[in-house]
């Protein structure tokens, strides 16, 4: 039975009618680093139970996966364990044989049923995803936190530059002008609006982040502390 799940997060629950399962232990992927060993687990085209091994080969990146209008924005771990179609949803396990993260998406050179794996696999921290399970049981859906504002998709520079406000959210609330391009949210560089939003959706709703920004019309750059909302999930 699917208890809930959230598009936003690529993450769903499932209710299984089954008793004596054994259950893995959670890790912190807060306390992963780049070069650690980890292990993949899933079922790539159809073959069940397939174990590959790799390192961390990368912490935050920004991945998009889904399709249009259901894009999942995810501040992936990267590894070079062997990902392929079929282990999206399947474990990653550090040295000890716990659950940091769970696998999402590939990187491919091709595309439909002859892609695979390159050694560029991404997932989910499992810090992350714990937070939307532990919504979805409670209530059947989540939340995901927001900045308060719209980005110009158009804007073809470094960062993210904000084009308009929602009003009483935080990016309002802390002072941020409209026409500012934001450049680091704590301490992470913003490249891209993905960029942006993938930092932003990696915190929960409440939690007060150090937006730094480049004001309009050169007026130099700022320091703010936004409150991040909260809205439903997709």
């Known amino acids: 039975t699917i208890v809930g799940r959230d598009v936003a997060y690529d993450i769903a629950v499932i209710k299984l009618k089954v008793g004596n399962l054994p259950a893995i232990k959670l890790g912190d992927s807060a306390k992963v680093s780049v070069g650690d ?9 159809g073959l069940a139970s397939t174990v590959t091994s790799g390192i961390i080969s990368a912490l935050n990146r920004p991945v998009i996966t889904g399709s249009t209008g259901l894009e999942s924005y995810v501040n992936a771990i990267q590894t070079d364990a062997a990902i392929n179609p079929g282990n999206s949803g399947g474990a990653l396990i550090d040295a000890a044989g716990k659950l940091i993260g769970v696998n999402s998406a590939i990187a491919t050179l ?9 050694g560029l696999g991404f997932s989910i921290p499992i810090n992350e995803a714990k937070r939307v ?37 935080g990016a309002e609330n802390a002072g941020i002008p409209v026409g500012s391009v934001i450049r680091s949210i704590e301490g992470f560089k913003i490249i891209d609006e993905v960029s942006a939003i993938v930092r932003i959706r990696s915190y929960a709703p409440g939690t007060v982040v150090t937006v730094i920004v480049d004001l309009p019309n050169k007026g130099g750059s700022k320091t703010f502390k936004v409150t991040l909302g909260s809205a439903a999930s997709n």
């Open 37 to 45: 060993p980890v292990i993949a687990i899933g079922s790539p085209l």
């Open 110 to 118: 091709s595309s439909g049923s002859t892609s695979g794996s390159i």
């Open 133 to 169: 399970i532990t919504e979805i049981i409670a209530t059947g859906k989540s939340t995901r936190p927001v900045l308060g504002v719209y980005f110009d998709q158009t804007f073809t520079g470094v960062g993210a530059k904000i084009q308009a406000l929602t009003a009483g959210e």
